[in-house]
T-cell receptor
Framework: EAQVTQNPRYLITVTGKKLTVTCSQN?????MSWYRQDPGLGLRQIYY???????DKGDVPEGYKVSRKEKRNFPLILESPSPNQTSLYFC?????????????FGPGTRLTVL | AQSVAQPEDQVNVAEGNPLTVKCTYS??????LFWYVQYPNRGLQFLLK??????LVKGSYGFEAEFNKSQTSFHLKKPSALVSDSALYFC??????????????FGAGTRLAVHP
């Protein structure tokens, strides 16, 4: 089954404790992206990747890091989480970054930073 | 900058009645427009898109959307609503970035509530 998987689905942590949210897709997609969803703000892009070893900042990259060492994986790293990073996070992928392909979304990771 | 607006936070409709979820956009050049749906505790699912061609686009689950260039709108419609259509709906527009690549700009979302 074609899918995007994220782990963990739920995470409660404390300020300053490094964490990683994993994302994996099995569709051989070139493009992957991370979003955060906050009430009234829709989805805002954190980082995206056009292909292996090619990543760039989205609209709200502060406090986040990413890497793309393999085509299927695109982990999101919070080196020192803060309460304002409490949010619902989605990973997404599409076959290309050319804009006309639909994106496939993971089930989401709900993060709470105390 | 490209942008998309969903003017209604919530839309309420009775089951069996037609529904419309509104979306307006602001882009330079030709718009690529998308609708996604989010069911509770799920990720977003693609419904339909307009890239070029017919202004009326048909998508999943009986939904359709009409592209109106003069009104810069891309409203989502369904002739007969189901209770199971209750969800959060997002409109999105392509935004060009460097190197010929693109990203999506999402609206704030509209919650659709279909009452029995």
């Amino acid at each position: 089954e074609a899918q995007v998987t994220q782990n963990p689905r739920y995470l409660i942590t404390v300020t300053g404790k490094k964490l990683t949210v994993t994302c994996s897709q099995n569709m051989n997609h070139e493009y992957m992206s991370w979003y955060r969803q906050d009430p009234g703000l829709g989805l805002r892009q954190i980082y995206y990747s056009m292909n292996v070893e090619v990543t760039d900042k989205g609209d709200v990259p502060e406090g986040y890091k990413v890497s793309r060492k393999e085509k299927r994986n695109f982990p999101l790293i919070l080196e020192s989480p803060s309460p304002n990073q409490t949010s619902l996070y989605f990973c997404a992928s599409s076959s290309t970054g050319r804009g006309y392909n639909e994106q496939f979304f993971g089930p989401g990771t709900r993060l709470t930073v105390l | 900058a490209q942008s998309v607006a969903q003017p209604e936070d919530q839309v309420n409709v009775a089951e069996g009645n037609p529904l419309t979820v509104k979306c307006t956009y602001s882009v330079s050049g030709n718009p690529y427009l998308f609708w996604y749906v989010q069911y509770p505790n799920r990720g977003l699912q693609f419904l339909l898109k307009y890239i070029t061609g017919d202004n009326l686009v048909k998508g999943s689950y009986g939904f359709e959307a009409e592209f109106n260039k003069s009104q810069t709108s891309f409203h989502l419609k369904k002739p007969s609503a189901l209770v199971s259509d209750s969800a959060l709906y997002f409109c999105a527009v392509r935004d060009r970035i460097s190197g010929g690549y693109n990203k999506l700009i999402f609206g704030a979302g509209t919650r659709l509530a279909v009452h029995p």
